[in-house]
């Protein structure tokens, strides 16, 4: 079974409208981080946001902020007032197993958003 | 400023070399990673280290060797063994000494073809 499942390959959204990108986990450790990083075409993957199991308060950071259910295993990503320059691929990637040891993050196969005028 | 480095940026093989790619960093961070991505795919975790001289493998090890000697640097190499070796590499890094996130921060990638 897919750890991390991200269900639209392609998103469009106008400039300043909000929209939110869907990631779905699968994991039986009570401790794990959630992340999404920005992806674009120059390659560099951009760290945007984290979630960890154990939080409470879904995190924010600027015009990012995750929506964390998880009873459901979600973790989407919601971008407000998009901008073209947030045209890109983004991924949502986890880690398990608790914090403070080298441990690898599984990715999904990402969502190219495009930021239309 | 800190950060990830990885050379080259491109990289060109004929089948049957060995090439290493370059992977340092300035961020005082003690754990290293390198990822492999394909066309349309996430990333697949090759080898990871969390301390000098010791190194783990990850999912997609075969064909590939790392080392580490120092702490700013790991090494990739991709060896004649790695049977589809065209991919767009990317190196990160964490400090995977505990605290709240632990977020692991990626260089700029390599993109090697084999001709």
């Known amino acids: 079974a897919q750890k991390i499942t991200q269900t639209q390959p392609g998103m469009f959204v106008q400039e300043k409208e909000a929209v939110t990108l869907d990631c779905t986990y699968d994991?039986?450790?009570?401790?794990?981080?959630l992340f999404w990083y920005k992806q674009p075409s120059s390659g560099e993957m951009i760290f945007l946001i984290y979630?960890?199991?154990?939080?409470?308060q879904n995190a924010t950071e600027g015009r990012y902020s995750l929506n964390f259910q998880k009873a459901r295993k979600s973790a989407n990503l919601v971008i407000s007032a998009s901008q073209l320059g947030d045209s890109a691929m983004y991924f949502c990637?986890?880690?398990?197993?608790?914090?403070?040891?080298?441990?690898?993050?599984?990715f999904g196969t990402g969502t190219r958003l495009q930021v239309t005028l | 400023d800190g950060g990830i480095t990885q050379s080259p940026k491109y990289l060109f093989r004929k089948e049957g070399q060995n090439v290493t790619l370059s992977c340092e960093q300035n961020?005082?961070?003690?754990?290293m990673y390198w990822y492999r991505q394909d066309p349309g795919q996430g990333l697949r975790l090759i080898y990871y280290?969390?301390?000098?001289?010791?190194?783990q493998k990850g999912d997609i090890a075969e064909g590939y060797s790392v080392s580490r000697e120092k702490k700013e640097s790991f090494p990739l190499t991709v060896t004649s063994a790695q049977k589809n070796p065209t991919a767009f590499y990317l190196c990160?890094?964490?400090?995977?000494?505990?605290?709240?996130?632990?977020?692991?921060?990626f260089g700029p990638g390599t993109r090697l073809t084999v001709l």
């Open positions: 990160a890094s964490s400090t995977a000494a505990g605290g709240p996130t632990d977020t692991q921060y």
């Open positions: 994991t039986s450790d009570q401790s794990y981080g």
């Open positions: 979630q960890g199991s154990y939080d409470e």
């Open positions: 990637a986890m880690r398990e197993g608790p914090s403070g040891t080298a441990s690898k993050l599984t």
């Open positions: 961020l005082n961070h003690d754990a």
């Open positions: 280290s969390q301390i000098v001289n010791d190194f």
